[in-house]
């Protein structure tokens, strides 16, 4: 079982509407990472959190530590929101600020 | 303004030649890792250095060396490349120490898609 899970895997929208990703993780974590990744390009983080929220324009990250998970939400989409968002923890145990990534979630909002 | 600057972008090998992988940071950082992304999977670590003239093996390090040159710079070599080494491969930089690095944010570079034929 991998120890960083989104969901869902792809994810399609209209242009507006409101996205949640979710994520999963069962190892004792110090910070959770939000990436984006366009296609053909190069990762970029959105958010760094170890507790509560935190928002960047129409971005809204939350993270339960209790429940070990973590929500990405994006209001108002637009087709330029269409990226891979990746999940990624920094676990308690391992070395050197090493993270552990999900699989992604491919978001394609249409227009 | 550069953050992680990685080169090349794009790279075809043939089975058995070799190559280097730069990666160069301008943020003062510490640490710096080396991921491969492949399909369907998560980035994964190869190889990772804390600081300078320190390196350490991640998760998938088998036909991988690094060289930690300097405190910016963190090279990427495969000495005879296999078609098992097709992948997109990742630079990153954070800052902090001594378990610090936890709260501070990942960079990524631009990536270098990797052909091995």
């Known amino acids: 079982k991998n120890e960083v899970e989104q969901s869902p895997q792809n994810l399609t929208a209209q242009e507006g509407e409101f996205i949640t990703i979710n994520c999963s993780y069962s190892?004792?974590?110090?910070?959770l990472h939000w990436l984006q990744q366009h296609p053909g390009g190069g990762i970029v983080s959105l958010f760094m959190?170890?507790?509560g929220k935190k928002k960047h324009g129409r971005l809204i990250a939350t993270i339960n530590i209790q429940e070990k998970h973590s929500s990405l939400h994006i209001t108002a989409s637009h087709p330029r929101d269409s990226a891979v968002y990746i999940c990624?923890?920094?676990?308690?145990?391992?070395?050197?600020?090493?993270?552990?990534f999900g699989k992604g979630t491919k978001l394609s909002v249409k227009p | 303004n550069a953050g992680v600057t990685q080169t090349p972008k794009f790279q075809v090998l043939k089975t058995g030649q070799s190559m280097t992988l730069q990666c160069a940071q301008d943020?003062?950082?510490?640490?710096m890792y080396w991921y491969r992304q492949d399909p369907g999977m998560g980035l994964r670590l190869i190889y990772y250095?804390?600081?300078?003239?320190?390196?350490d093996k991640g998760e998938v390090p088998n036909g991988y060396n690094v060289s930690r040159l300097n405190k910016r710079e963190f090279s990427l070599r495969l000495e005879s490349a296999a078609p098992s080494q097709t992948s997109v491969y990742f630079c990153?930089?954070?800052?902090?120490?001594?378990?610090?690095?936890?709260?501070?944010?990942?960079?990524f570079g631009q990536g270098t898609r990797l052909t091995v034929v």
């Open positions: 990153a930089s954070r800052g902090g120490t001594g378990g610090q690095e936890s709260n501070t944010e990942a960079f």
């Open positions: 190892v004792g974590i110090s910070a």
């Open positions: 959190l170890s507790s």
């Open positions: 990624a923890v920094r676990a308690h145990r391992g070395s050197q600020g090493n993270l552990i």
């Open positions: 943020m003062n950082h510490n640490s």
């Open positions: 250095s804390a600081s300078e003239g320190t390196t």
